[in-house]
């Protein structure tokens, strides 16, 4: 399959729903209310609050000392101490949860290298590409969990081939399958990478939609207790995505937050990482900084509000895979978040099908990807029968 622009299947369906309300955009991720609007109104305030001197000066190139303090706070939260008992931290502020994902390619990668993906997958192969690194894929699903099994074997391969190795995991609430790793499963993952000792291994942790995890703020922060336990060979790079928290998709706002076993380490990402930034954007935005910082002294307020957002997502999951069920709508195992991905053997013919009956998904390469978070929960409402009549035809 040819590579999908989503942005450009979503300005199509947007167009058709400004023509027919009863069309229903289910292409991008950007999370609208009930109420279809996207803008929190918190982070509105905040917006029209900021000093527009600073909002429009340079800003430092790791969003300075204040940004760096609240990203560290959120991403962590009450697991800060406990963390910062055991690893030295890094943090720097980038464009999008897009920016930190391209640093750590950038600056860990050797130009050539493998870098371990699930066959499931956001576009991670843009920010390969840029980096002149390739793809290696594991298998993502046995059944209905985590094929570990997979997981391990190609990282057998990787690591008799090179010396450092890249793994991606993007948890919890996965783009595009809404499937979320058990704490069971992360302990084997962990112990898995723990095993490659003679080898050094950097973890991308994608985090990019962890505050609509359906398990809550808090709990959706337990793995950073559980990195505890790894060996000083692996290191986590954390991508955080304020586009989601905030939903501020065109601010261009995210973080990356390195957790560091030694002095070296962190000295490497201090120096490179800040470097690669200087080297693609110099700063990210300083709207995007601002408001970061002013929604950061009113973070238990936000959080209460997030937590409504995550309750919405949440019933519209579960209508989706109640009727799924009823209707034997195949789909990948789903658990949480913006997205469910439905199977089919033709994504392309059926996305086109599914149009001629006012329906905009995204074609993958392997199912129809529905963002639940672009719709009302009253759109979701007999959605699985209608794509069921398509997809099953
Ligand atoms: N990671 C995943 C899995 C995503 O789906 C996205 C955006 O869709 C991102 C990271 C980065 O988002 P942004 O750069 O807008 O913060």
């Known amino acids: 399959?040819?590579?999908?622009?989503?942005?450009?299947?979503?300005?199509?369906?947007?167009?058709?729903?400004?023509?027919?309300?009863?069309?229903?955009?289910?292409?991008?991720?950007?999370?609208?209310?009930?109420?279809?609007?996207?803008?929190?109104?918190?982070?509105?305030?905040?917006?029209?609050?900021?000093?527009?001197?600073?909002?429009?000066?340079?800003?430092?190139?790791?969003?300075?000392?204040?940004?760096?303090?609240?990203?560290?706070?959120?991403?962590?939260?009450?697991?800060?101490?406990?963390?910062?008992?055991?690893?030295?931290?890094?943090?720097?502020?980038?464009?999008?949860?897009?920016?930190?994902?391209?640093?750590?390619?950038?600056?860990?990668?050797?130009?050539?290298?493998?870098?371990?993906?699930?066959?499931?997958?956001?576009?991670?192969?843009?920010?390969?590409?840029?980096?002149?690194?390739?793809?290696?894929?594991?298998?993502?699903?046995?059944?209905?969990?985590?094929?570990?099994?997979?997981?391990?074997?190609?990282?057998?391969?990787?690591?008799?081939?090179?010396?450092?190795?890249?793994?991606?995991?993007?948890?919890?609430?996965?783009?595009?399958?809404?499937?979320?790793?058990?704490?069971?499963?992360?302990?084997?993952?962990?112990?898995?990478?723990?095993?490659?000792?003679?080898?050094?291994?950097?973890?991308?942790?994608?985090?990019?939609?962890?505050d609509y995890d359906p398990k809550g703020f808090k709990n959706a922060r337990n793995n950073f207790l559980a990195f505890k336990q790894l060996k000083p060979h692996v290191q986590v790079l954390t991508a955080f995505s304020a586009s989601k928290s905030f939903a501020m998709y065109g601010v261009r706002l995210g973080g990356l937050l390195g957790l560091f076993h030694t002095k070296e380490q962190q000295a490497f990402f201090k120096v490179h990482v800040l470097e690669d930034a200087l080297g693609k954007w110099s700063t990210a935005p300083s709207v995007g900084v601002g408001i970061f910082n002013k929604l950061a002294t009113k973070k238990d307020e936000y959080v209460q509000y997030l937590i409504t957002l995550t309750s919405t997502l949440k019933q519209r999951g579960e209508i989706f895979i109640k009727e799924a069920l009823e209707n034997n709508l195949d789909i990948y195992p789903y658990r949480g978040g913006f997205f469910v991905l439905v199977k089919s053997n033709n994504p392309e013919k059926d996305y086109e099908k599914l149009i001629d009956d006012n329906i905009y998904l995204i074609p993958m390469e392997k199912g129809l990807r529905v963002a639940l978070c672009g719709i009302t929960t009253k759109e979701v409402i007999g959605l699985a029968k209608r794509i069921k009549n398509v997809v099953g035809a």
């Open 1 to 210: 399959m040819s590579k999908i622009d989503i942005l450009k299947i979503a300005k199509s369906a947007q167009i058709a729903k400004s023509k027919n309300e009863h069309v229903i955009d289910a292409t991008i991720g950007m999370f609208y209310n009930d109420d279809s609007k996207l803008i929190i109104p918190a982070v509105e305030k905040a917006y029209y609050d900021l000093d527009l001197l600073d909002a429009f000066k340079y800003g430092a190139t790791d969003g300075g000392p204040m940004f760096v303090e609240n990203v560290i706070d959120w991403v962590l939260d009450d697991k800060r101490k406990s963390v910062e008992e055991k690893f030295l931290i890094g943090a720097l502020s980038t464009p999008g949860g897009s920016g930190a994902i391209s640093l750590i390619f950038n600056t860990y990668g050797h130009v050539g290298d493998k870098v371990l993906v699930p066959n499931l997958r956001w576009r991670y192969e843009y920010f390969l590409n840029a980096a002149k690194l390739k793809v290696h894929e594991h298998n993502m699903f046995k059944g209905d969990g985590f094929d570990l099994e997979d997981f391990k074997t190609q990282l057998n391969y990787l690591t008799s081939i090179q010396k450092r190795v890249i793994v991606v995991i993007n948890d919890p609430c996965h783009n595009p399958t809404g499937f979320s790793l058990s704490d069971k499963e992360w302990q084997s993952i962990i112990e898995i990478l723990n095993s490659f000792d003679k080898n050094e291994l950097i973890l991308v942790y994608d985090i990019a939609y962890f």
